[in-house]
């Protein structure tokens, strides 16, 4: 990532450099061109991030947490359940967050009522920030080319499409409430200015923060005093909502619940004070690498000149430092939601910075458009080197649409469930079918709802993320306890009534097929076998697939032991476990017969980066923990190669 950083930042400063010391003379651009050019970036943001929306959804990169919590919200929102109630959160929803906003949103959910509908209005709605991130161009810098250029910085602008790809999240409409803001501010409409700053209060409870910061920019910096109502009501507001109205919901006090900032107090005044007060865990937690690395992928794609306008950066301190101080790792990365209040801010951070950077370079003879020039060409390197696009350089998110492979049997399986029953799905499937009364996150429900929605093809979702050890006697008990209604691509719904007789043969998808090439594993035979994505980093996941038969008839539970093996030979990580989440036993294995099996793997921090090979053995063990000893002496096989790269 270092590499792709400075990267960046050198092809940003060279073109500038290039551009200012040209002589040539800039083409002219007509305002009509100039206007076609926002309008048709603005649609191609709007299609392109729906699409990859789309993607991730299908292939299910999308959870209960957060876009099935959404959907049950706004669902209840359409059909005038008001306060709403969440099975997912467990009560009134808006004691989670005051996000009063999704109101506006619920009209569209009813008339299309389908999860694709909020992720297509949340890519469009962060596509028209782009209109008012021209008109602060425009406004600031004088002319229109500085608009198109800032308009384009902020559709390319990396953490504003990983928080567009993040699932939805009711936090991206201040994105656009914002810059309206600020674009009403710069062309002299005070009074509209601080409406829309308003607006940001009913999007979410710490949003009233920035109104506050906001009104006291307008009031200190433009001096204009109307920015202290706006300060004054913003704050009444959320002393309301975080001291009154959210408490009146959950039963509890506010930061009881919320509080991610105990290493630094357990009250909002020690967590305040903490500078001072505990200045070692303080200033330890900002200067860790990851959260300084935070604030590095902020910048870079703006080319640094947010630095240069540190009064408008000041508006923005209360989510700046809510993401940096936190113990939640999610909120100091640019690869989540918790940036959508900063883009707006940096962007315009970065118009003004860089009009003063202009000036600057204008005295020392450098033609008018270097900064503009440098803008561009660093937001479209960032683009390359590291978004969430398909033609990233990053690994990480590029995955996300290279491997992604959607899950076709889904609509087939959800049609088994009627609208009004209840749910209990995995958290990569729960979004699929959230639009109702009752969803609740696997494995809570797993006695009480009327269907359960499992993935039995390598995704051990037990909670928020996979836990194949907790996964596997969950799913013994739905066999023992359910009918299995349809099992199809790994997706498995159980039912209520009595138990399927034959639902663990079905769930191992036990067959006859032709095996041209056998490969003997230990004591069993692998048909196929596979590993996916070939390049991944440590807390990334890897998938296995396996077709296996017996080489004889076995006794005991079939086990296998996968092993990442180095280039010199080295084993540098090994788990060992039941195969088919130990539904078969080599007593009902007959020979001539296939079965499936699958596997999801979080790579260790502690494997370090380099090349690898995935080698696979299978025996049948006994005993209370069958796969816990390895025979001497069964041979192994390698089944793929595997790099893993640098975190």
Request: charged share 15%; proline share 8%; glycine share 8%.
């Amino acid at each position: 990532m270092l590499q792709l950083v400075l990267l960046t930042l050198t092809v940003g400063y060279l073109v500038a450099g290039w551009v200012g010391r040209a002589r040539e003379s800039v083409f002219a651009v007509s305002p009509v061109t100039i206007w076609l050019a926002v309008i048709i970036g603005i649609a191609a943001y709007a299609a392109g991030l729906s699409y990859l929306s789309l993607i991730r959804h299908h292939a299910l990169f999308t959870g209960v947490w957060d876009l099935g919590y959404y959907e049950q919200l706004v669902w209840a929102l359409s059909n005038w359940e008001i306060p709403p109630i969440s099975t997912v959160w467990g009560g009134h929803p808006w004691g989670n967050h005051a996000t009063f906003v999704l109101l506006v949103v619920a009209p569209f959910l009813r008339l299309f009522p389908d999860p694709s509908t909020l992720l297509i209005i949340q890519s469009i709605t962060l596509a028209l920030g782009a209109f008012p991130s021209f008109c602060i161009g425009r406004s600031i810098w004088g002319n229109q080319r500085a608009g198109v250029v800032f308009a384009g910085a902020y559709l390319l602008y990396p953490p504003l499409q990983f928080a567009n790809l993040f699932d939805f999240h009711a936090d991206i409409f201040a994105t656009p409430i914002l810059l309206s803001a600020f674009a009403a501010l710069f062309a002299g409409r005070v009074g509209w200015a601080l409406v829309w700053a308003g607006l940001l209060i009913l999007v979410k409870e710490d949003m009233a923060l920035v109104s506050v910061m906001f009104g006291l920019y307008v009031a200190v910096v433009h001096r204009r005093r109307a920015g202290f109502v706006l300060a004054s009501v913003a704050c009444v507001s959320f002393v309301l909502l975080v001291g009154v109205i959210i408490p009146g919901w959950i039963d509890r006090p506010y930061f009881s619940l919320f509080n991610r900032w105990t290493h630094l107090g357990a009250s909002p005044w020690e967590i305040i004070m903490s500078p001072l007060l505990r200045p070692a865990v303080f200033f330890g937690t900002i200067l860790q690498p990851e959260r300084l690395g935070y604030l590095v992928l902020l910048l870079i794609p703006l080319a640094g000149l947010p630095l240069l306008a540190p009064e408008i950066l000041a508006i923005g301190l209360p989510p700046l430092a809510s993401n940096l101080l936190s113990s939640l790792e999610a909120q100091y990365t640019i690869r989540g939601h918790y940036t959508v209040t900063l883009t707006p801010i940096l962007i315009v951070a970065a118009v003004v910075g860089g009009r003063r950077m202009h000036e600057w370079l204008q005295q020392r003879g450098w033609t008018a458009f270097s900064v503009l020039a440098g803008v561009a060409a660093t937001s479209v390197t960032a683009s390359l080197a590291f978004s969430p696009l398909p033609w990233s350089r990053d690994p990480s998110p590029r995955k996300h649409f290279w491997d992604a492979t959607p899950r076709s049997a889904m609509a087939q399986v959800i049609a088994h469930i009627p609208p009004e029953a209840s749910v209990s799905a995995a958290n990569h499937l729960g979004a699929h079918v959230a639009l109702r009364k009752t969803i609740q996150l696997f494995p809570e429900g797993v006695d009480t709802a009327d269907f359960v929605f499992v993935d039995v093809g390598g995704l051990d979702y037990v909670g928020p993320s996979p836990q194949p050890e907790a996964f596997s006697p969950l799913l013994r008990r739905l066999v023992d306890t359910r009918p299995l209604v349809v099992v199809k691509d790994g997706l498995a719904l159980f039912g209520r009534g009595e138990p399927s007789p034959d639902a663990g043969t079905r769930l191992v998808a036990l067959r006859a097929v032709s095996m041209p090439e056998i490969r003997r594993v230990g004591e069993m035979t692998l048909v196929s076998g596979s590993v996916t994505p070939s390049l991944a980093a440590p807390r990334e996941y890897l998938r296995a697939r396996y077709t296996w038969g017996p080489a004889a008839r076995g006794r005991g539970m079939p086990c296998i032991a996968e092993t990442l093996i180095s280039s010199d030979g080295i084993a540098a990580w090994e788990q060992r476990r039941p195969m088919f989440h130990a539904l078969l036993a080599g007593e009902q294995w007959p020979t001539g017969l296939v079965a499936d099996d699958a596997a999801m793997v979080a790579v260790p921090e502690t494997v370090p980066p380099g090349r690898y090979t995935w080698v696979v053995t299978a025996w049948y063990g006994a005993g209370p923990v069958p796969c816990r000893g390895r025979p001497d002496g069964i041979a192994s096989l390698a089944v793929a190669d595997v790099q893993i790269r640098p975190w």
